[in-house]
């Protein structure tokens, strides 16, 4: 964890790494390795961690600053470089800044996040020009959520998270809380009494409001302070579990709305309000990128 913010400069590049919510989550089966067949549908919001990169001509993947409880080697950062590394050949290094934002265990996907945007970020740093595809293929082994990300575009998720099929949603704002609390989301898919034979649905029964989170009943046994958080929000409209969890959310017709409600919210809840994003904020700056290459590199 660092203290500065990062800064975009000659040395250091910054790039977004956006939360994720699960719009719906279904469990409707397990594999032998013990992953669990899922139906889900993701959409970005535009809150993220900052991520700053440094290339080092050593070869060396350095972490810039501590982030509590994660051991270097064990940061989805430092995976997800050298696995870049690997598969590229590249012999570029790089030092990683991490302007964490996003609460860990919370069900945004901040880690995996971290590590898509380190994938996509170095891969125009390091100029190792892999497609989106083979991008997604080194992303999947680092987490079930890093696919998407990686990806950039809200989507109906099956599989384990990686058969994505890209979804235009209504942009609503929302009201994320973060109860003080974290939840393992390995704990929560080993838990006994998770459901695992949900009837798959289609996408237009999901638009039709079919909206439930397999984990919740698990998560609200196991974690009374999300289950406060819950019933607090439920007040204001349909408020949702992400994830495992622990955050928990409700969209609102504007930012008015959602700031009034989050004015009132229980001692001791953290949170924020941010936009739903079908496009990640990581493609925008990656787009961004190549807009500038190519006004650079274009016509004399
Ligand atoms: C719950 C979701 O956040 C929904 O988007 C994801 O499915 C979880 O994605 P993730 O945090 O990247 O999960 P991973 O780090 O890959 O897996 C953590 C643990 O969750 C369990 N896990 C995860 C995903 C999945 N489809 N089935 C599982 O059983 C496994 O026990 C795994 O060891
Ligand atoms: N850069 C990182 N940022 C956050 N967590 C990290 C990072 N590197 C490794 N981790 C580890 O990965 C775990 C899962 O991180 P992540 O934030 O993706 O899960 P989450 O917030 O619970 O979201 P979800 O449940 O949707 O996967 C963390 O609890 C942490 O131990």
């Known amino acids: 964890m660092i203290d500065e913010a990062v800064t975009d400069n000659d040395a250091w590049s910054v790039w977004p790494a956006p939360a994720k919510l699960n719009l719906m989550l279904r469990v409707v089966g397990r594999r032998a390795d013990g992953?669990?067949?899922?139906?889900?549908?993701?959409?970005f919001v535009d809150r993220c961690d900052r991520l700053g990169f440094r290339v080092r001509e050593d070869g060396e993947v350095r972490r810039d600053g501590e982030l509590p409880g994660v051991a270097a080697e064990a940061d989805l950062t430092v995976?997800?470089?050298?696995?870049l590394q690997a598969a590229s050949?590249?012999?570029?290094?790089v030092d990683i800044?991490?302007?964490?934002?996003?609460?860990?265990?919370?069900?945004?996907?901040?880690?995996?996040?971290?590590?898509?945007?380190?994938?996509?970020?170095?891969n125009v740093l390091w100029g190792t020009g892999l497609d989106t595809e083979a991008l997604a293929r080194?992303?999947?082994p680092l987490g079930a959520d890093v696919p998407v990300f990686v990806r950039g575009q809200a989507a109906w998720g099956e599989g384990v998270g990686e058969r994505l099929t890209p979804v235009e949603l209504p942009?609503?704002?929302?009201?994320?809380?973060?109860?003080?609390?974290?939840?393992?989301t390995q704990a929560v898919f080993t838990h006994p009494q998770l459901t695992r034979d949900s009837k798959p649905i289609k996408l237009a029964d999901f638009t039709g409001g079919d909206?439930?989170?397999d984990c919740l009943p698990v998560v609200r046994d196991e974690y009374p302070a999300v289950a406060d958080a819950l019933d607090w929000l439920s007040q204001w409209g349909e408020a949702r579990l992400t994830g495992t969890g622990a955050c928990v959310f409700a969209a609102f017709a504007g930012r008015d709305q959602a700031l009034a409600a989050w004015e009132q919210r229980p001692a001791g809840i953290d949170g924020f309000v941010a936009r739903g994003?079908?496009?990640?904020?990581?493609?925008?700056?990656?787009?961004g990128i190549d807009t500038r290459l190519s006004s650079r590199h274009g016509p004399a």
Request: net charge positive; charged share 15%.
């Open 35 to 43: 992953y669990h067949e899922l139906q889900t549908v993701f959409q």
């Open 79 to 83: 995976r997800a470089a050298r696995a």
């Open 89 to 93: 050949g590249c012999s570029l290094g």
């Open 97 to 122: 800044r991490c302007e964490k934002v996003l609460p860990m265990g919370g069900g945004l996907g901040g880690g995996s996040s971290d590590a898509a945007t380190t994938l996509v970020a170095l």
């Open 138 to 140: 080194l992303a999947l």
């Open 171 to 184: 942009e609503p704002w929302f009201l994320v809380l973060v109860p003080p609390c974290s939840v393992s």
């Open 211 to 213: 909206v439930v989170n």
């Open 277 to 287: 994003c079908n496009r990640s904020p990581l493609l925008d700056r990656l787009t």
